[in-house]
């Protein structure tokens, strides 16, 4: 016999319109409630009526809100590319994606993105700055009853539902270990970073540093600059981290403005033939590896990042069920000239 409502209601002393609030994330349970049902639930293998959950979807509009940091950082083209392809697939279903975009790493202008976006929508699908006020907004708006999903970056300390994207620990190693193998495990780096706000981009060098500590003694940190992912400030501050530390002889771009710092290494080192590891397939990055410049890229499937984040929004706001997993972490791939 299939369990019901009711059954979980009486086990867990609460009413049953609580438990609806919980399994269909209606938002207003206390915590500590929310749990309980769901222990009850997943111990009696509660499964919704699925049939039942599609169809009422069709009868109502479910709107998915994306607010993403991404003007100006052209690898979000393909995150964008995989969410218009699911609001595609999806629209037959009743499903409106609504995009909005913002430059930079502003938090009050995030804030009001999220709040503003918000409004209205069934599912926000957002990549966050790490920063509390943040975490506040991304709270406020799933206490409201609004599922929200990170993508391609994660925040610390929030009731998000989900986090897609990379594995920056993960990326940030293997890109240690590239340079590991460049540079035969000597080297003196200089790191461009995007923003020290973006929890991934901290990942990353975090993965590097556990890396070259661990196998590469050898190589060095020898200074750390932000770019906020534009090429004109990545040119600038890759330029003067140059000028002030002649011993740099490697680069690692741990996220976007690749073409900047390319373009301050040919004009303060005409010369030199420095190993240089970034991240993400852009037609930028693409070039110059084609050129030489870039001596590998590490890629993190931008598409299917942003399609699968549109999926996961939409299978929750139908069944009610929390995703299989916390993280939905993507493969790394590696590219090099050779098999671009």
Request: with cysteine; aromatic share 6%.
């Amino acid at each position: 016999m299939s369990v019901t409502i009711k059954q979980i209601s009486e086990l867990c002393g609460v009413s049953r319109g609580t438990v609806d609030r919980v399994l269909n994330n209606r938002g207003k349970v206390k915590p500590e409630t929310e749990q309980k049902v769901r222990e009850v639930a997943d111990r009696l293998g509660y499964t919704p009526n699925m049939a039942g959950k599609a169809l009422a979807a069709r009868k109502r509009d479910l709107v998915i809100g994306v607010a993403l940091v991404a003007k100006g950082n052209a690898f979000f083209d393909d995150v964008l590319s995989g969410i218009r392809q699911a609001g595609r697939e999806l629209a037959d279903y009743g499903v409106r994606v609504s995009v909005h975009t913002m430059k930079g790493y502003d938090v009050s202008q995030q804030c009001r993105m999220i709040r503003e976006v918000g409004r209205g929508v069934h599912a926000l699908i957002v990549n966050p700055i790490n920063d509390p006020q943040v975490a506040a907004e991304i709270d406020a708006l799933t206490e409201s009853g609004v599922c929200v999903i990170t993508v391609n970056t994660d925040i610390e300390n929030t009731r998000r539902l989900c986090y897609v994207g990379s594995d920056y620990i993960r990326g940030g190693e293997t890109a240690g270990g590239m340079l590991g193998l460049l540079t035969g495990g000597k080297a003196n780096v200089g790191i461009v970073t995007g923003s020290v706000k973006v929890l991934g981009h901290n990942q990353r060098i975090a993965g590097f540093r556990n890396v070259i500590r661990r196998k590469y003694p050898g190589i060095r940190v020898a200074d750390i600059q932000e770019t906020n992912d534009d090429d004109d400030q990545a040119f600038e501050m890759t330029g003067k981290m140059l000028r002030i530390h002649p011993e740099i002889d490697t680069i690692f771009i741990v996220a976007a403005g690749v073409m900047g710092v390319c373009r301050a290494v040919r004009n303060f080192r005409p010369q030199s033939n420095m190993a240089i590891v970034c991240f993400d397939k852009t037609p930028s990055s693409e070039q110059l590896l084609r050129a030489g410049m870039v001596k590998a890229i590490i890629c993190q499937q931008p598409f299917t990042q942003g399609n699968k984040a549109v999926h996961l929004a939409y299978d929750y706001l139908v069944s009610g069920k929390k995703p299989e997993h916390d993280s939905f972490f993507m493969k790394s791939e590696i590219k090099i000239e050779e098999n671009l």
